[in-house]
């Protein structure tokens, strides 16, 4: 079965350029999470989806980065005039929130690595 | 201080031993995650916890809501084990994932 996928699985940008990030989900799953990881630091939550409202978006670093999803399914994170902080893997995860957001699975994508140069 | 302490940040052992990762928190939660991060990036989820004991072949986890703490334990380990560890807590107050800085496993032949 499919799991969660994202595109690219690189992405390399010069400075001040805009960049899009895919995520597709678990067919299902209703609720969506953006994480970043930057180089040897720790995970950090950027932005979660319920359907294709986002209830809590106060992970997002700066309102360079904003992020949609349509149909309940696909998402896209964008950041706008990308900077050098910027540089981190990006990961996507989804879960079918039978009980609730976070007392379920959630599901990784193998993550987009994104580098400013 | 983090919400989510992981110790220790960093551990070696030898094939077959027994192995200990601790997670304490401080904030109120209703549940808590045990991932793991291969060295090619990809994350696992091994277990999610509201209360007691759950087991996954080597793998146990553990959780005492009263005193904030999970454990993660691997029997017999296996240098395949090598790893991060990463610990996880959804606060009841929110619709995030709060997470630990994680474990680094290595597991020597």
């Known amino acids: 079965g499919a799991g969660v996928s994202q595109s690219p699985s690189n992405k390399v940008t010069e400075k001040g350029k805009d960049v899009e990030l895919r995520c597709d989900p678990i067919?299902?799953?209703?609720?969506l999470y953006w994480y970043r990881q930057s180089l040897g630091q720790g995970l950090e939550f950027l932005i979660y989806f319920q359907g294709n409202s986002a209830p809590d978006k106060s992970g997002l670093p700066s309102d360079r980065f904003s992020a949609e999803r349509t149909g309940g399914s696909v998402s896209t994170l964008t950041i706008q005039r990308t900077q050098q902080e910027d540089s981190a893997v990006y990961l996507c995860?989804?879960?079918?929130?039978?009980?609730?957001?976070?007392?379920?699975?959630?599901?990784f994508g193998p993550g987009t690595r994104l580098t400013v140069l | 201080k983090n919400e989510v302490e992981q110790s220790p940040q960093n551990l070696t052992a030898q094939e077959g031993e027994f192995i200990t990762i601790n997670c304490s928190y401080s904030v109120g939660i209703s549940a808590l995650h045990w991932l793991q991060q291969h060295p090619g990036g990809g994350i696992v989820s091994l277990f999610m916890l509201s209360s007691g004991k759950k087991k996954h072949g080597r793998l146990i986890a553990t959780i005492n809501i009263q005193e904030k703490h999970s454990s993660l334990h691997i029997t017999a380990s296996h240098p395949r084990d090598s790893a991060v560890y990463i610990c996880?807590?959804?606060?009841?107050?929110?619709?995030?994932?709060?997470f630990g800085e994680g474990t680094q496993l290595t597991v020597n032949p």
């Open positions: 067919s299902g799953h209703t609720a």
């Open positions: 996880a807590v959804f606060k009841t107050s929110g619709s995030r994932l709060t």
């Open positions: 995860a989804s879960s079918l929130v039978e009980r609730g957001p976070g007392v379920d699975t959630q599901y």
